[in-house]
């Protein structure tokens, strides 16, 4: 027994196990290691969301457009035309309707969003989020008002063209810039009004959604679809 008692005394003094400095040492490494594997991860998890949550405005993006685009053809006429408001008439089956797409800008830094506000019960709806700007140019069909001779018939030109400026317009670009993550993205549609007051058949041969859509000489850079923008490349034919 005192034999044993004797070799526990000897291994405990040739190992003296840690100092409180080494244990010190090795708990302060052990920290930043953690700490930089949890920042790791906060970090991948961050970016995923973010990625997600772009890729949903754009897919809103696009879906909003589209339907914009969709209504307008359908339309029966413009009531108001203004750069970031319009306002038409259509019938999809129930009646007519009074339609407005109206852009309602962020406060501070925060981008803002376009409303479908409509004359049914409870029609409002917001119909894009995210959105920088959103601007809708107007043209019309009837080239006696084409003045200065450049094959576009622009609202300004409609306005001196007499009559009321809005029963004569034939066609809406739209354009939309969507805060998308850290870009700013594109997206444009087009949509020529086929049931407006004024626009003959031949007028509107333009709006099918064929590409190629004979309006190369409009000098704008848009499909007809209404679905090119963003990341898309704007093979619209309509160089
Ligand atoms: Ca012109």
Redesign the pocket.
């Known amino acids: 027994m005192p034999d044993l008692k004797k070799k526990c005394k000897q291994r405990l003094e040739q190992d003296p196990g840690f100092t409180m400095v080494e244990v010190l040492v090795a708990m302060a490494i052990l920290t930043v290691i953690m700490a930089g594997m949890l920042s790791f991860l906060f970090g991948t998890s961050r970016n995923w969301q973010s990625s997600q949550d772009t890729a949903e405005a754009i897919d809103n993006a696009r879906i909003g457009l589209n339907r914009m685009t969709r209504e307008l053809k359908q339309s029966s006429g413009i009531i108001t035309a203004q750069p970031d408001t319009v306002t038409f008439e259509a019938d999809f089956g129930s009646g007519t309707e009074t339609i407005t797409y109206r852009f309602e800008p962020g406060e501070g830094s925060e981008p803002g969003k376009i409303w479908r506000e409509s004359s049914v019960a409870d029609g409002d709806s917001i119909l894009v989020g995210q959105v920088e700007s959103v601007q809708f140019d107007y043209y019309g069909s009837d080239y006696r008002c084409?003045?200065?001779?450049?094959?576009?018939?622009?609202l300004a030109?409609l306005n001196n063209c007499g009559g009321s400026a809005e029963s004569k317009i034939a066609r809406v670009d739209i354009t939309l810039h969507l805060s998308a993550g850290d870009d700013v993205r594109e997206f444009v549609g087009q949509a020529w009004c086929r049931n407006c007051a004024g626009v003959s058949d031949d007028d509107s041969s333009g709006g099918d959604d064929s590409s190629g859509d004979g309006d190369s000489d409009n000098g704008s850079h848009h499909s007809d679809d209404g679905s090119s923008g963003g990341d898309d490349s704007s093979g619209d034919g309509s160089s």
Do not use: A, I, Q, R
């Open positions: 084409d003045t200065n001779g450049d094959g576009v018939v622009t030109e």
